[in-house]
């Protein structure tokens, strides 16, 4: 497909504004800017079609403000372009687009689509990306975060970084989600964060949670969900729970040895060595 017909099957949707619960969305301790209304569906669009605003780049090395400077990351026909400039003489580095602004009790929703540049020293591997949440503490590459996986086979993984542990949802029949509402979450009376133990629960799962199905599309547009409540995310691509764990915790930053329930944080993306487009990145308040 050359680049007009590209763009041209990448229009985004608009929707008129609503008003949406602001719980949901959590202020950082800078006080970020507020979001913008919601449309009338209840989504609310964390990307303007025309700038950055209300997020910052982080690389592994450069550290914050560089990947714009660069080009690494733009927006461009009113989405999310990233790594789709030209090689350079200087290696590109690994590094996230994250929010100002912290989230809790949401659901996330983007809708991306592979690019062809691949920069180096990944010129083969499977393209990588990764839709990150619940991002806490110091900006590093990478951060304390949970990663919904966007690589080529291996959408919808988890990988828990940071010290951050979870159990993965038992699911011998390749079942994933039974009971979860994409509007309300687990049912009511099932939704609280377990409290913090003094060390971290035997029997839990650390680093990588392997997806159960396989729904992604190579060469168009996919959609990838998160249903975050509490301490618990579920992972849906292009409407398929793929993925689902509990009892999220990271290392309590006050009480080494201990763990908190990890229940808030920042939304960010991945920059890895594969280009990739974004025409949809929002979040929606659990009722």
């Known amino acids: 497909m050359n680049r007009r017909d590209f763009l041209k099957a990448s229009a985004p949707l608009i929707v008129a ?5 602001y ?10 800017p507020p979001l913008p209304p919601a449309g009338a569906d209840g989504w609310v669009s964390l990307i303007n079609g025309r700038d950055l ?3 910052y780049t982080m690389l592994q090395k450069s550290g ?3 990947a714009e400077e660069l080009n690494m990351v733009v927006m461009e026909e009113q989405m999310l ?3 789709g400039e030209d090689e350079r003489s200087d290696p590109v580095e690994a590094g996230y687009l994250a929010t100002n602004q912290e989230f809790e009790n949401v659901h996330i929703r983007v809708e991306y689509k592979w690019g062809m540049k691949r920069h180096a020293p990944r010129y083969t591997p499977k393209r990588d990306n990764g839709l990150l949440y619940a991002l806490v503490g110091e900006d590093k590459v990478w951060p304390t975060c ?3 996986q966007i690589e080529e086979g291996d959408v919808g993984d988890f990988f828990l970084l940071g010290g951050i542990t979870g159990i993965q949802a038992q699911h011998g029949a390749g079942l994933f989600g039974v009971g979860v509402n994409p509007l ?7 939704t609280a964060a377990t409290p913090a133990p003094t060390q971290q629960p ?3 799962a650390s680093n990588r949670l392997i997806k159960d199905g396989n729904f992604e599309m190579l060469d168009d547009w996919n959609t990838v969900e998160v249903i975050w409540q509490g301490d618990r995310a579920e992972h849906i691509v292009n409407g398929r729970t793929v993925n689902l764990a509990t009892n999220l915790q990271r290392p309590d930053p006050n009480n080494p040895g201990q763990f908190i329930p990890l229940n808030r944080g920042k939304i960010a993306i991945e920059i890895e060595y594969a280009e990739i487009w974004f025409r949809r990145v929002e979040v929606k308040a659990l009722i």
Request: proline letters at 14%; aromatic letters at 8%; glycine letters at 14%.
């Open 146 to 148: 949970i990663e919904c």
């Open 64 to 66: 914050k403000g560089i």
């Open 184 to 190: 309300t979450g687990w049912p009511k009376g099932n």
């Open 53 to 55: 605003t209300g997020w």
């Open 17 to 21: 504004p609503a008003m949406v619960p």
């Open 81 to 83: 372009h990233i790594l």
């Open 202 to 204: 035997p029997g839990t």
């Open 23 to 32: 719980r949901a969305f959590a202020q950082a301790a800078d006080t970020p």
